[in-house]
């Protein structure tokens, strides 16, 4: 049976990016394949969380994990952080990454840029690390959104590159995934770009009617089509993807054609996404606090998790060591 790996940071609650572009693959791929899915705690060290907020993070994506349907008997859930076999990894395999090829990232570029103050070492190995959560169980299939394309990248040409180093054939070359095909890109509600936690253009699972509606209703759109079909400009684009993934079919044709006949109303167009939106995320959102709730619940998905993934990363990490060279005399 074929391995998938996915990971999340656990840097704020999840948005529909993170489901449309992650989850969703992760609720039939537990079914059909051998699943690891992990909170990325290591990762969101790069942005320095005071411990309070680390921590309660991690539990939140835990819960919203748990409510959006991964199911830990099937799947192996775990937190990055319970299997310190991958921090060794990623040491042993950064001596084969390049500093030139960090450097020129988009993701390390674009986090220069923003964090311009901290730019610190941890962000340059991201993708090293990365790779290391993916290779340590030898995984095939990485379900994911499109903004992790290149990261993939890097996984697949430091796995390549070990496999030469060493003359073996031992990773796998992993592949990003997604069960329609093309990675999704999730838009946000600011008219440009991709939605992201940090951004302030998020709709989150968590996300109460009152205020998603009015998120909703004050998002970026233009001045109206002037002429039949006319083409569609970025932020009125954007929200038309984000009725593709939430709203019927029927709705989101019904709005398209209004739109080509010059007759769209965006307040209404507005209106029936958020409702659909509020459909779609209520069921989720109850379910997030009695599960948060459940201490003894997590702690029990939690060690389960940690076992299954610690026996996997410790079998590779054994293996690589010894490829390496280092072994007992
Ligand atoms: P993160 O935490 O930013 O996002 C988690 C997942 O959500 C997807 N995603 C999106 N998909 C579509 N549209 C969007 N607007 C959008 N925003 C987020 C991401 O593609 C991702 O699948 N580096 C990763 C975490 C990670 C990881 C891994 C993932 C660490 N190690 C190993 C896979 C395998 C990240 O920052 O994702």
Known sequence: MQTVVSGIRPTGNLHLGNYFGAVKNFLRMQNEYNCYFFIADYHS???????????????????????????????????????????????????NAYLGELERTTSFKDKAR??????????????????????????????????????????????????????????????????????????????????????????????????????????????????????????????FTLMEVVSTPDTLQFFKDKYASCEIRYGDLKKQLAEDIILFNTPIREKIEDIKANTVYLNKVVNMGREKAQESAEKTLRDIREIIGIKHF
């Not at 309660?56 to 859930?77: F, R």
């Not at 109460?208 to 970025?234: I, Q």
């Open 45 to 95: 060290l790069t942005t320095h969380p005071t411990p309070e907020n680390l921590h309660n993070n991690v539990k939140q994506v835990l819960a919203e994990y748990l409510a959006c349907g991964l199911d830990p008997e099937k799947s192996t859930i775990y937190i990055q952080s319970d299997v310190p076999a991958v921090a060794e990894m990623a040491l042993l395999m950064s001596m």
């Open 114 to 239: 923003q964090q311009p103050d901290n730019v610190n070492a941890g962000l340059l190995n991201y993708p090293v690390l990365m790779a290391c959560d993916i290779l340590i169980h030898r995984a095939d299939k990485v379900p994911v959104g499109k903004d992790q394309e290149q990261n993939l990248e890097m996984t697949r040409k430091f796995a390549n590159r070990f496999n030469h180093m060493y003359k073996q054939d031992y990773f796998k070359i992993p592949q990003s995934f997604n069960y329609g095909e093309a990675l999704v890109k999730i838009p946000g509600l600011d008219g440009s770009g991709k939605m992201g936690k940090s951004e302030g253009n998020g709709i989150f699972l968590v996300d109460e009617p009152k205020p998603l509606r009015k998120k909703v209703m004050s998002a970026v759109t233009d001045s109206g089509p002037t002429e039949p079909n006319s083409p569609v400009s970025e932020p009125v684009q954007n929200l």
